[in-house]
């Protein structure tokens, strides 16, 4: 990988310890660059990077910057940071995320994964098959893939995967050879302003490839099949249950918690009206068999083999919290989900359905102010497949808080629109008391929030066992 000297100083990330900035850290310590961070608290992202070596403090700090050459940023820092306004005042140059991201990226050959829910998934899956294929890529991806016990990999080949983050704009500065789009969703308003900006930013990602790079683009999602018939100047390869795609997918069956389908191929350089049978994913769900299915068109393009994408669909070990089982009690299952947006909750809830012969239990942590109250009736639409829903203080990441709305206005407005059994709990610190009075056998108790609530998924099973184990 050619790149920006490593004489260069030490580069430090002001808030290391984010999805997004610990991999791109990590990427750099491998290549031979000197880093440094900072974060306000501990977290495992920041244990891991300080494992491999990374200094980072714990608490910002103006004396944190001395001899720093560099600083990297994301959208999450505020322009009053202290790290941040001093390295100004130092004239210490100031380096977006992305723009650090696209730096990485600059000599490869990069495939970018975007999207409004899917893209870290779906990045994962192409990294497998990549890998799968021995073409050994560097990935800068949004969640923790369970492969590799971390969100990011230096490869040894000319290829790089990554997931694009549109949350503010910045993802159509990414160099990008090949991109895909997941969906286009009602997303980031808040950044965005109207939904023809999101939209227009999604044309501009797609537009920035070269003349020889290809856009992937799952036509299930309206916005998404709107966006390819707007590109005159670019190829598209299309592909979902859509009657239109380049690659259709058929004859899902779910069997031993294994998701089985078939895929037609109709177009372009994969091949003409050819069928893939019986391919198979360990995670459920069409949203899924969705991020998968880009996976392939990716992976067939490249020329790799059936065999090797069978293969490495079947052995995909996943993303740290996405469906990711945490614990089992008493054939009472429990899982950890990063959904928070209603699309993304409607489509883990109806992948839970599939798998759960009792009683679905949901704990919803709300996730932004600004997010909830864009998409206030979506949310209070989301939870038809839950048996019982608790709904959490609402995490609010950083936001100012607003009055008119909180977990009990939440649960009245779900209540009003016809499900009988949502509440909020009596002590959220104490929340396995009240999960373990309704919970039997063949039950899931699932958690959805991209906040705080998985550490509560994941303490779930010995909190629960002592409250049972009192009771013998």
Not at 217 to 228: G, Q, R, T, V
Not at 312 to 341: M, Q
Not at 374 to 393: C, G, H, P, Q
Not at 398 to 406: A, L, P, R
């Amino acid at each position: 990988m050619k790149n920006f000297s490593k004489d260069i100083g030490v580069i430090h990330f002001i808030g290391i310890g984010g999805i997004g900035m610990s991999g791109i850290a990590e990427i750099l310590f491998n290549l031979g660059y000197k880093v440094s961070g900072s974060d306000i608290t501990k977290s495992s992202n920041v244990d891991r990077l300080k494992k491999m070596g990374i200094k980072i403090f714990i608490g910002q700090k103006s004396k944190n910057i001395d001899n720093v050459s560099i600083i990297v940023i994301s959208s999450a820092i505020k322009e009053d940071n202290v790290e941040l306004v001093a390295g100004a005042l130092n004239k210490i140059p100031i380096v977006r995320r992305a723009d650090m991201l696209a730096e990485l990226m600059r000599f490869k050959k990069s495939i970018s994964i975007g999207g409004s829910h899917g893209k870290t998934t779906t990045t994962s899956f192409i990294s497998s098959l990549l890998e799968g294929a021995k073409l050994d890529p560097t990935v800068v991806n949004g969640g923790i893939i369970e492969a590799y016990g971390t969100n990011a990999r230096l490869g040894k080949s000319d290829w790089m995967v990554v997931e694009a983050d549109e949350s503010d704009g910045t993802f159509i500065k990414l160099p990008s050879t090949y991109v895909v789009i997941t969906n286009i969703d009602r997303e980031h308003i808040d950044f965005y302003k109207t939904f023809d900006n999101l939209n227009r930013a999604f044309r501009n990602f797609v537009e920035n490839i070269p003349f020889y790079g290809i856009a992937f683009i799952c036509i299930d999602s309206p916005d998404a099949e709107n966006l390819c018939k707007d590109i005159k100047y670019r190829k598209l390869i299309t592909y979902g249950f859509n009657k239109k795609s380049d690659l259709l997918v058929s004859n899902v069956k779910v069997l031993n918690y294994l998701t089985y389908f078939d895929i037609t191929i109709k177009k372009g350089n994969l091949s003409k009206n050819k069928l893939i049978k019986n391919l198979a994913i360990p995670i459920p769900g069409e949203h899924n068999i969705r991020n998968a299915l880009a996976a392939v068109a990716v992976a067939l393009e490249l020329g790799i083999t059936e065999k090797v994408i069978k293969d490495s669909l079947l052995n995909f070990k996943g993303v740290e919290r996405r469906f990711s089982f945490v614990g089992s009690l008493k054939n009472i299952k429990i899982i950890d989900d990063y959904a928070h947006h209603p699309t993304e909750i409607k489509n883990t809830l109806k992948a839970a359905k599939l798998l759960c012969k009792g009683k679905l239990i949901v704990v919803f942590e709300p996730h932004r102010y600004t997010r909830l109250i864009d998409l206030y009736d979506e949310f209070i639409n989301s939870f038809s497949d839950a048996d019982y829903l608790y709904v959490t203080k609402i995490y609010s990441a950083g936001e100012k808080k607003i009055k008119d709305i909180n977990e009990k206005i939440i649960v009245n407005s779900i209540k009003k629109n016809g499900h009988k059994n949502v509440y909020c709990f009596k002590d959220e610190n104490y929340m396995e008391v009240e999960l373990s009075k309704i919970a039997t056998s063949k039950d899931f108790i699932i958690f959805l929030g991209a906040g705080s609530i998985s550490k509560k998924a994941r303490s779930m099973q010995k909190s629960m066992l002592k409250i049972i184990n009192n009771k013998l």
